[in-house]
């Protein structure tokens, strides 16, 4: 690496001179490109809001019942829905559900595992929602007549954390949406396994700092790791007030 | 949420004697399914291993040396690479490249425009190398005659974080490769949106610990956060020691 | 193209004499790598055997039944399906359903529009399965049995023509699958795009010839260009009592 | 399928009344939505222009020579980059190349072996152009003025058929494009899988009915096959007059 090192040690120079690189000051001089909200191409997308991760009787609880709390998600979460209901944003929500015969799978990652152990998110069958109403895999009671209103796309479940598996990619695409605004459980998961697979397909994504949660293990602060991440991979990244503010600018 | 609820709490209530929930005891008690090498079936995947990473004129050595440093990120990946050539694994290496056209782009995440910014990866065409050898696109020295011995697949260039946008797993699967060694950098990066993709395409995906590093910066530590998703999310987690004995083990 | 042409016309030369390339012997010279059905990794998967394609009374009778009763297609999937059974091959079913909000879309192809126009494979809600039993969405009443026996896996909807947004790739995989016995309808639409899409995510592909079958409409035959298609692009191509007769050799 | 037969067979009437299913007159009832060309979302992009299919020393040329001299491929490939050009439209190519790892495959289709077999695409390095000047893998030569005009963007090479192991729908999405003007090399292969990957991933595909030519075997008729899929599954198919006119119209 000789050839071209004076050039390059002269655009580092330039960057730390920006601020950009300085591990001092570099969150400050990190760009924050932002997401400029347009009214004909942006959407509301939610992951999981059901209630094992919301419901303090869901099986999820106890791993981020506290993290809910702190960020006060669920009525972060009904700010989002309600005000994208009011400035007529389309909004997506993206379920986790597990079928029997996904319990049979030869292999998963340490929470796959243990969502199948603690039958999180399960349901009876593809075909079938006896026994569903109120379940663990249910809306949370209070999002759900933003959910169930007739309007809101419910996209099938995706299966293990993004929207590989599911059509939510293709739903928005479909209404001419390139713009999200993310938010939902859980903040390190699900939520940034679709920031990460939405950024790749090339749109432009808002995550809400605090309209999600996640696990708190002991040495592992999921939430924090996603904030982390968001803020590095995001295009935009605010709390619920104020992205409810730029919302209500589309109006 | 009542119907379920007793079942639900019983649930919960083996989860927790089990130990699985408790904050407390959590981590200890989080499933470990961990990945089975096997000789016929698994590869060596490494994302980035670029000059301007892992070289101190690079243009991210600014943010990321420090880290690369403390996990001797360099002796880690040449242990790997060097260790799967002996035993005989396949390696894949996905890179990282932008072309001028790149730099056309609408829109990016906050560290996209940071790369585009100070001229990361960049190559004068995609069509060729002029001005490759030697420059931050390149890779690193040390590093170079595994990725070049004939036998090492390179994959076209990831253009965001994920392999969404290469043939990585096609590669892999045409190959008949099932279970993926990672490592690579950045941790938090292109590390792991390629194990988070990799999963959901349904590999086994090992994520080596300390062959890898990240960006510190104010308030973000990218090797935490990419630790944390990884110990939640991948199949098997270990530092190069460990992953190296059980890649012995195939000989 | 001056430098190599004579290296490209001797390998052309030798093409030809092989017999490749000379378009009145070129199908029979054409390379049939075929599949080699194995236990442990082989699945049956099919495509839409739903009442809207196979029942009479199906909405898209009109243009597909007599192709339908030209190849007994219905007969012969239940051939495959009880065959799988037998033997104890996997068997996967990805269905085509469309709810009310797929309506609100903003464009389609052509017959995306006619499936919308003509309420095909229509449901009332993604969570909600009323009017479904008996419906043009549900499965053709011969092939239920195979299909709701408690093992067949029944992935979520695709929504235009191909797996791209269902989970039928992370089912496969979760399960160790490499191998696709491909069968279902319609042969040139669903069916070739779930061949094309697996193909491309490494599956090898075996198409059953005529457990299929596709619209006719003046100057165009959608089971020949299917046939075409799948000649040049499988790994496999045979017909149901071929197919048959290998998948009982693996028991 | 009982209960809703009623509703159907009056469906399937009112269909047939509008001339939408009735074999003899289907497709002049075919629905035909075609794509409303508009100057910023709009885009060309071309698969394939590469000599193994395009210049009689290829080493397609055998299979694919007739199609291409009957349809005016090569004339009509470059109207279509010539009107793009000046109408300011953005111009993508998708080239389809072949290292020699990729000769290591496992396993292939039929064409997958036969373009194998004779070295069609080849390149001898990933990081390399050796040789690359006037080979078989190199662009047309009428048409590299307009590739390698510095504007337009040469993605990463498709490895099988389609863009699923590629950039390409990242970089159209990165420009802001919605709608694809769809033209290149053969119809029934990479065009086609381009056309179907397209509109899976949300794109409205107009594609050029005779800027494009494919294989003609013994009762194979790809140029046909593809034709047939086109009309059914894309938002627009025209021929390249009608294409170029509605093209200037954005001047």
Redesign the interface.
Known sequence: ?????ET??S??AT??LSG?????????G????GVDFTADDTALVVTDPQ?DFL?E???A???VG?SVEENNTIENLESLFSTAKDVDLPVFVSPHYYY???H????????E??MH???MFDRDH????D??????A?WH?SLEPYIED??T?????H????P????L????????I?KVILAGMSA??CT??HM??L???????HVVSDATAA????????H???M??A?????GLADTETTVEAMKALR
């Open positions: 690496m000789t050839k071209l090192s390059r040690k655009l580092i960057a730390l950009l690189m300085i591990a001092g000051t570099a969150q400050a990190l760009p924050d490109p209630n419901h009787d869901g099986v609880w106890g791993v506290e029997p015969h996904d049979e799978w030869h292999f998963g990652g340490a929470l595992h243990l152990e603690i039958g593809p075909l079938d929602t026994n569903f109403d109120g379940s663990g249910d009671a007739g309007k796309v419910v996209t099938s479940p299966k293990v954390y993004g590989e598996s599911n059509d990619v293709l739903q928005l695409r479909k209404r001419g390139n390190n998961l940034e396994s990460r697979a950024v790749e397909a090339g749109f432009e994504v696990a708190t293990l002991p040495d592992m602060d999921g924090e790791a996603a982390t991440n803020r590095m991979i995001a295009n």
